[in-house]
């Protein structure tokens, strides 16, 4: 298959988690927002890349420097989601806001260029791997003990599998020989496209699981507001509740 069709294809899956995103409206759902925008960065790139719109060599080298750089912000935002803790969740975000000044900070020294990009993606790069290795164990393991959360297990292990990809393309177009950069671009394609597809699965199942939590919030709030001037009952936690949707979802399919 050529570089030219693979490409194609997954510029065309580039476009499936923004367009499922939009759908279920998962896209302005907590920390989803990072991915939305990461997808619509990357495929507009993408897309731009292929050449059906015409806006220049330096157009699109500046973009590539745009794309490289929000990258790590990005990604590791939505990681947050993964997150179990509201304290681990807020390292994550000083971890983002530290790497924004490392850009600032790295763009004023060298410019706004592929090599200031470059050395702004290896440490986002080493960053977004080792918080979607850790995620990934741990929602996969959930999902393989308790049969809980899929959605949120498949969208993890998309990340880390697709971010070992990455790193290999990246230490190949700016580490190792020009002749292995062919291949490399096949890599490329084929993990993006078999990631967005991964992606996009979980996301609908995500979105299943979102709508059960909603609406068991929704539900606690109605009981809330009725019997707020009788005597304070004790009601289970949202987090016991949830644990067992996904089972009793399966059942009333």
């Not at 996009?200 to 109605?222: D, F, H, Q």
Request: net charge positive; charged share 15%; aromatic share 16%.
């Amino acid at each position: 298959m050529s570089l030219s069709l693979l490409e194609r294809i997954a510029t065309f899956t580039l476009s499936l988690p923004i367009f499922l995103l939009l759908l279920t409206r998962l896209a302005w759902y907590r920390s989803f927002i990072a991915l939305f925008i990461y997808y619509l960065v990357n495929f507009s790139y993408s897309f731009l890349s292929i050449g059906y719109i015409r806006l220049g060599d330096d157009f699109i080298t500046n973009y590539a420097v745009v794309n490289n750089m929000v990258d790590a912000p990005l990604m590791l935002s939505f990681l947050s989601y993964f997150s179990r803790t509201s304290s681990f969740k807020r390292k994550i975000f000083w971890v983002v806001g530290g790497f924004l000044i490392y850009e600032a900070v790295i763009l004023t020294i060298f410019g706004f260029n592929i090599k200031a990009s470059t050395i702004i993606a290896t440490p986002g790069l080493a960053l977004t791997f080792t918080l979607s290795l850790l995620f990934a164990i741990h929602q996969v393991k959930i999902t393989a003990i308790y049969n809980k959360a899929a959605g949120k297990a498949i969208i993890a292990a998309s990340l880390f599998f697709g971010y070992i990809g990455f790193t290999y393309v990246y230490s190949v177009f700016y580490f190792m020989d020009e002749r292995y950069e062919k291949d490399a671009q096949q890599v490329f394609f084929i993990l993006t496209t078999l990631c967005s597809l991964a992606i996009s699965w979980g996301i609908i199942l995500e979105r299943r699981r979102v709508k059960k939590l909603l609406e068991i919030k929704t539900a606690r709030e109605e009981l809330k507001a009725l019997y707020s001037g009788e005597e304070r009952k004790t009601i289970a936690p949202l987090e016991t509740i949830v644990f067992n949707i996904d089972n009793t979802w399966r059942r009333s399919s």
